[in-house]
């Protein structure tokens, strides 16, 4: 299954390897939306990095909200190995960015 061709993939070994400056920073560079793919849980391979990555997470949706970015721009979504469930949350993901339009802070 595929993906539309105007993402970009960032790998990281983990989704707890992913840091808030990782997610601010693409925004700033001008994306509409960041999604962050980890393990669902119990399934981490390094333990617990799913649920770093979802704490962090939801504590900057509530930071995108005050600074008028919303909250919605950013999400994680726990998927398997096999690639299908992701290709799905990505379809997902991009119509609903599609539906919200370009990043409010883009060209500021």
Do not use: W
Not at 66 to 89: D, H, M
Request: proline fraction near 3%; include cysteine.
């Amino acid at each position: 299954m595929g993906y539309p061709s105007n993402i970009r993939i960032i790998r990281l070994p983990c989704g707890g390897k992913v840091d808030v400056m990782h997610i601010l920073r693409a925004f700033e560079m001008g994306a509409d939306g960041v999604f962050v793919a980890a393990c669902k849980d119990g399934r981490c391979s390094y333990l617990d990095g799913n649920t770093h990555a979802k704490r962090r997470v939801n504590t900057l949706k509530d930071h995108l909200r005050v600074i008028g970015l919303g909250e919605s721009r950013l999400e994680i979504f726990q998927v398997e190995a096999a690639g299908v469930s992701f290709a799905r949350f990505v379809e997902e993901f991009t119509a609903k960015i599609k539906e919200l339009g370009e990043n409010p802070l883009k060209g500021r």
